[in-house]
């Protein structure tokens, strides 16, 4: 496979195949944690670890599995991982671990961790797989803290809530209370407020592509009228 240029990985990462925008991958855990902008940044955090190890590891070690074998060879890989991920946030984030519960060892079932082992870093080089596990993750990430925020605010009227489960004490006083006296918004919240406000999210992204591929259209037309 021709090596990927890094500006593509970086792009296809953030924007153009987010997997929680484009790919639509790994939406059960995107729509149950993210009703707070902290809950979501955790769970994206630990996303971004396994993708970035799994794809090194996976990457490093292409030329060695049989092709029979490669799938349970990578779902041992990225087991792996997140079993060190989990025991990491037990022992330093327990507070944060109890709250995301059963979807930090479901991360092995994330579909964009398997599908970037198998259509991206067993085909590229390390340095390129480690990216493209940095670029993924960190979409990913962004697509939770966004849906989380958004939530968060519509639902409690904060935002920042429960900050001091991943940064501690100090943390307890950074939580903004965005509006005042506000009684709350129970469906935003709940998951239709997940599916509600990942569709806005979405709907966002395809309305900024098609401004951008309508503002690249007139600027070629513009160009060949001046060749003209």
């Not at 991920?85 to 964009?112: D, K, Q, R, S, W």
């Not at 991206?120 to 080089?125: D, G, L, M, V």
Request: aromatic share 6%; hydrophobic share 55%.
């Amino acid at each position: 496979m021709n090596d990927v240029a890094y500006s593509r990985i970086i792009g296809d990462g953030l924007w153009n195949n987010n997997a929680g925008l484009v790919q639509l991958l790994g939406l059960c855990p995107l729509l149950a944690i993210s009703n707070t902008l902290i809950n979501g940044l955790g769970l994206g955090l630990a996303t971004t670890l396994v993708l970035l190890g799994s794809n090194m590891t996976i990457s490093s070690i292409r030329n060695l599995v049989r092709p029979e074998v490669r799938i349970p060879v990578f779902v041992m890989i990225i087991a792996s991982f997140v079993t060190t991920i989990e025991l990491l946030m037990n022992a330093f984030l327990h507070e944060l671990y109890l709250i995301l519960g059963i979807f930090i060892p479901l991360i092995v079932t994330n579909c964009a961790i398997i599908g970037r082992a198998e259509a991206f870093a067993s085909k590229q080089s390390v340095p390129r797989a480690a990216l493209d596990g940095l670029a993924m993750g960190i979409g990913f990430t962004l697509v939770l803290v966004v849906l989380g925020g958004l939530r968060e605010v519509v639902g409690q009227g904060t935002l920042f809530s429960q900050a001091y489960l991943m940064f501690g004490e100090a943390a307890r006083e950074i939580t903004l209370q965005v509006i005042e006296d506000y009684r709350g918004f129970l469906l935003a919240i709940l998951p239709p407020g997940a599916f509600i406000g990942l569709g806005l999210l979405i709907a966002l992204k395809n309305m900024i592509d098609a401004r951008t591929q309508r503002r690249a259209a007139r600027k070629a037309m513009a160009l060949r009228e001046v060749k003209a």
